[in-house]
């Protein structure tokens, strides 16, 4: 569907190289090395946002939430930003976000400068620039396939992750710094400056996009088709539980810093920012090691590690009331949350095809948006009740504990084969006619198996309904004749005739495989028989004969 320049792939050949083998390949470098640069924009917006409110509004809760309008965007926008990087060229909606961005920070610097900023005025910018953001961020992350090879995948996410550490371990200092010097209209209008290094490198980026042939669906449809994919995927489905259950275990590191830096290590602001530091060179120096673990052993198994180190260094935080040793287990707390996302991720990345990564890894981060937030309430109810100890130990205790998920939801290994969408030879024979809100559509197919088989049969059949599903059938049967217990009927439906020709081109490679199995065991000369129906056809295209439709033209396409 797209792709980079032959030259990023014939580099990509001279093997997997380590931690730092993507830079090797021209637009993950020069896009990664851009990303730095919008980090630090976004952290300093933040810094300059959350001092500037303290001299706008003397209220706490005001304070509070800048951080609640910025985290905002990425709850509500993520989704519906995943769903349209995948149904339009992720390079634009790319540098749309970006743009939006960059144009909102220049606006809030304006209104800073001007003198008519207010407190509700700054949360709105605040969301309207994390609204960019968060529209940016999916088509960012379901591009990096596209910029670099397979082999360096897992290293070019983990170098991702390294970009926002590098800045968060740096940043609110700098940021905090220009803010003293110039002032926060400064920092505003440097956010704004920040993102235009980013947006000039997805400018320059040749990326090859190939636009479907059928109109997009909507956007809640889209949000749809995405959860249900995820739902009926098992690799998707288990690395969205797995990082939720992590997220909630966890949040206690980072959301009970400021009370652990006060209450158990009697210090002040300046500890606090050592181990929130201590967190994020943790963080860097873990994400270096993502291929390495990788080849080394399985990601169930360094999953497992990980929830068990994270406990451990929780449960020494909530005992420890020196600085050096809560430091170095804030650092162990960092690698290993760095390293079971990064490598989570890599699973989504490697197991969704390509026409859903973008609404996949949307899921992803929203499961680690609502376990991180959920976690640290929830935790934050458990230190109140009790006390920051008695949470550190328990969440400690909780997350190891998580390890045991492994057992009953063990992480797939990589997927192999093709994931991009491939073309079907045959269509279909269509008299009646049809338009894309033409609907519901039937579709039944055929086999003759040898009894002797059946049970085979029907295990193969049972991986095919899998596949069905997660690409868009609904109501899936398989029926076996009792007359002539030598024939079955494959049946499922799709709501419309359009939702039926998407569904013919989501099918990938490891698809097509699958279905091949099945057809080992179908003994019909002229391979399996298809019958397409249209239910309640006689209302079913328009009320009446004048009704408007956008899509009046006849539609046929290609085999179920």
């Known amino acids: 569907m797209s792709g980079t320049g032959g030259a990023d792939s014939a580099e990509a050949e001279h093997g997997k190289g380590g931690a730092f083998a993507p830079l090797r390949e021209r637009t993950f470098r020069n896009i990664w090395s851009a990303s730095l640069f919008s980090n630090f924009g ?55 976000g970006l743009a939006f961005s960059a144009v909102a920070a220049a606006m809030l610097a304006g209104v800073t400068f001007l003198g008519l900023a207010t407190p509700w005025v700054l949360l709105a910018f605040c969301v309207l620039i994390g609204g960019g953001v968060a529209l940016f961020s999916p088509s960012w992350q379901a591009s990096i396939p596209e910029q670099v090879s397979r082999a360096h995948l897992p290293a070019a996410i983990a170098l991702g992750t ?15 710094l220009i803010v003293v010097v110039y002032g926060v209209k400064a920092v505003f209008g440097m956010t704004a400056l920040l993102y235009l290094p980013l947006l000039t490198a997805f400018y320059f980026w040749q990326r090859r996009h190939v636009p479907s042939r059928l109109p997009p669906e909507r956007v809640d449809r889209a949000i749809l088709t995405g959860a249900r994919y995820a739902l009926h995927a098992p690799a998707v489905r288990t690395a969205l539980l797995r990082v939720l259950v992590f997220g ?14 006060k209450d158990l290590l009697h210090g002040n602001a300046a500890t606090f920012g050592i181990l929130l530091g201590a967190q994020g060179v943790g963080a860097v120096a873990g994400a270096l090691f993502v291929s390495q673990i990788r080849e080394a052993i399985s990601t169930e198994w360094a999953l497992r590690l990980f929830a068990v180190g994270t406990g451990l260094a929780l449960v020494a935080i909530g005992f420890s009331h020196a600085l050096v040793l809560s430091c170095l287990a804030f650092l162990v707390v960092g690698a290993c949350n760095i390293l079971t996302v990064a490598m989570l991720n890599v699973t989504v990345q490697l197991s969704a095809p390509r026409w859903v990564t973008a609404r996949a890894l949307s899921l992803f981060s929203s499961a680690i948006t609502a376990g991180v937030g959920i976690g640290a309430w929830g ?26 998920l492994g057992v009953v939801l063990p992480v797939a290994q990589d997927a192999e084969g093709d994931m991009d969408s491939i073309e079907i030879g045959h269509e279909p024979e269509v008299t009646l006619p049809l338009t894309l809100r033409s609907g519901p559509v039937v579709i ?72 091949a199995k099945v057809d080992v065991f179908n ?30 033209e006849t539609i046929g396409y290609m085999g179920p």
């Open 444 to 515: 039944e197919l055929e086999y003759d198996v040898d009894p002797g088989h059946a049970r085979e049969f029907y295990d193969a059949m049972m991986m095919l309904q899998r596949v069905r599903k997660r690409i868009g059938a609904f109501d899936w049967t398989i029926a076996r004749d009792i007359e002539n217990p030598a024939l079955w009927t494959e049946r499922y439906h799709c709501p419309t005739w359009g939702d039926y020709l998407r569904m013919r081109g989501r099918y990938t490679q490891p698809d097509f495989d699958i279905q």
């Open 379 to 404: 935790w934050g109810m458990v230190a109140g009740a009790h006390d920051v100890s008695f949470a550190l130990v328990a969440s400690g205790i909780a997350v190891a504990a998580s390890a045991l």
């Open 523 to 552: 003994r019909t000369r002229h391979a399996r028989r298809v019958r397409r129906r249209l239910e309640r056809p006689f209302g079913s295209v328009r009320w009446k004969a004048d009704s408007f439709d956008a899509h009046q």
């Open 42 to 96: 976004q952290l300093f917006l933040g810094v300059g946002a959350q001092w500037e409110m303290t001299r706008l509004s003397s209220s706490a809760s005001m304070v509070a939430l800048v951080q609640t309008a910025m985290m905002i965007p990425l709850m509500l926008v993520t989704l519906p930003a995943g769903a349209i990087a995948d149904m339009f060229d992720r390079r634009r909606i790319a540098m749309t």
């Open 248 to 261: 909630l275990t966890t949040a206690t590191a980072s959301a009970l810093a400021p009370l652990i830096a």
């Open 162 to 176: 390294i970009s926002y550490n590098v800045a968060r371990s740096f940043g609110p200092a700098l940021g905090g």
